[in-house]
């Protein structure tokens, strides 16, 4: 029941549904209450009951949340405090003249940016308990400017987080460099360069609009939303990475090595996406030359627009063309089936090599040529010298082309 009850709690508030590590910070604080409370000797039903009375104050907090000014930081700090049962312990405050790169390295606790009116970048250092030799220093060299976080050591239990409010007019290079932690980017509209590398912990980023998105996970979740930039380039070793709204004017390139992706409304020039071991769901995709690749995992495309190259060695290929588009599709599958449903309205021609099991699904206006070679078999629905082309190649698998509204 709790896990019902939080996730109907989260859904009153989509402006933070994007906010993973404080959704996880909230369910954790209302188990734990509940595991206080049975503890003290109180049923699981009556714990229960008495955590989520502790809702109400969250859901003062969270609606606050929305409407905080962006240079509130009384508001920020209080909020930030009572979620994350820490307080600002060191704040930092400095000018970004002649600044054209800030380099942030962390190795413990997650990392919030967020923008600023203020003509000054600020740093604050929440902690659950102070500790001076964790505090952010920062050093300038030249144009460049470092904060780093003190020497780590053994501290026992022990949460921090630290909050950097970046100036709306710095528009240079910020590289974040995490080794344990999540690192969270949200409003950021500079149309700077972000840099991202993190050893543990998952990486968002949010309604921003940026320049150039480069970042490197080696362990998990990477969720990206309602942001724009000219390039992304995203690379996952193990965990799920998700984007929807997005829109890049030249290139998106997702790479994981395990882990599912699930991508929509995603608008770019160039798309590049592969993952060695996982499942792609991509719905609602406009681009004009599309690589798309897995090694071991099923491929499902929903509304596709665009032209390029769709492979799975092992895995089916599902996937539906919008309504109005203009395609030429490679499809490759080595083992698995390969279904794909075209308007009625929409003239193709079409190219198909099986080696096992040949096709089985044709539209009922189908032309097909005459041809002796029962693997290969060619041909068009609607217009003979139409542009639009699907050529699949099937190894082991079905192959159908059907007509869908």
Do not use: W
Request: neutral net charge; hydrophobic residues 35%; proline residues 2%.
């Amino acid at each position: 029941m709790i896990d019902e009850k939080l996730k109907e709690f989260f859904n009153k508030f989509p402006h933070i549904k994007e906010n993973k590590p404080l959704q996880n910070t909230l369910s954790k604080k209302i188990k734990n209450l509940i595991k206080k409370e049975i503890q003290h000797g109180a049923s699981q039903f009556e714990a229960e009951q008495k955590a989520l009375l502790n809702l109400t104050d969250l859901d003062t907090m969270l609606s606050q949340l929305k409407s905080l000014e962006e240079n509130d930081y009384v508001k920020y700090n209080d909020f930030f405090a009572k979620i994350f049962d820490s307080k600002l312990v060191n704040e930092l405050k400095i000018k970004l003249n002649q600044i054209d790169e800030i380099h942030l390295n962390y190795r413990l606790g997650d990392i919030l940016v967020l923008p600023t009116t203020s003509f000054q970048l600020i740093v604050h250092d929440f902690m659950s308990r102070d500790i001076e030799n964790l505090h952010s220093t920062v050093e300038k060299v030249g144009n460049v400017l470092k904060i780093t976080q003190g020497p780590r050591k053994l501290v026992g239990i022990f949460k921090n987080k630290t909050l950097l409010f970046l100036p709306k007019e710095f528009t240079g290079f910020l590289t974040i460099r995490s080794q344990s932690g999540d690192v969270y980017i949200n409003k950021i509209s500079n149309y700077c360069m972000v840099d991202v590398t993190a050893i543990s912990g998952d990486f968002l980023l949010a309604h921003s609009t940026l320049k150039r998105v480069q970042a490197d996970l080696k362990s998990g979740d990477i969720v990206i939303s309602n942001t724009l930039a000219n390039v992304f380039h995203v690379n996952g070793h193990s965990g799920m990475l998700s984007s929807n709204d997005v829109d890049a004017k030249e290139e998106i390139s997702y790479h994981t090595v395990s882990g599912n992706i699930e991508l929509e409304n995603i608008t770019t020039k160039n798309f590049f996406v592969d993952t060695k071991s996982g499942k792609i769901v991509v719905n609602e995709l406009t681009s004009e030359n599309i690589d798309l690749v897995t090694d071991t995992g099923s491929i499902l495309l929903n509304n596709l627009t665009g032209s390029g190259s769709i492979k799975s060695n092992v895995g089916k290929i599902n996937l539906s063309l919008a309504k109005k588009s203009n395609f030429n599709l490679a499809i490759q599958s080595k083992v698995g089936s390969v279904t794909v449903n075209v308007s009625p309205a929409i003239f193709f021609k079409f190219k198909i090599n099986t080696k096992k099991i040949g096709p089985t699904d044709f539209p009922l206006d189908a032309i097909i040529y005459g041809n002796d070679d029962y693997d290969k078999i060619e041909g068009y629905v609607g217009e003979e010298d139409s542009t639009n082309l699907i050529d699949i190649l099937s190894k082991v698998g079905k192959v159908s082309i059907k007509n869908s509204n």
